[in-house]
């Protein structure tokens, strides 16, 4: 039986793991599925006027993660561009 700081912890790492993972979860489900995922990132109203959407608010948490991820990219970016750098030199 798992102690419950890692029950938490646990269950912790499967949320964040769906939540990055969640474009191939998208692509993979079915429409009701996809509406579900949609509804969990767009918390409010989402519309559309036939060339785009729109939504007042995105959910908090997962704009955390994306802002997260974004930073990640840059890191990785910044140092690939290091690396470049000392190749050349």
Not at 24 to 42: P, Q, S, W
Not at 45 to 57: P, R, S
Request: hydrophobic share 40%; no cysteine.
């Amino acid at each position: 039986m798992l102690r419950k700081d890692n029950n938490v912890e646990h269950k912790l790492d499967e949320a964040l793991n769906a939540v990055t993972q969640i474009s191939e979860r998208y692509k993979k489900a079915d429409t009701v599925d996809k509406r579900a995922i949609i509804g969990l990132i767009y918390p409010e109203k989402l519309t559309f006027d036939g060339e785009n959407f729109q939504t007042a608010k995105i959910n908090s948490f997962v704009n955390i993660i994306f802002l997260i991820k974004k930073e990640l990219r840059n890191k990785k970016t910044d140092k690939e561009a290091k690396n470049l750098q000392m190749s050349v030199l």
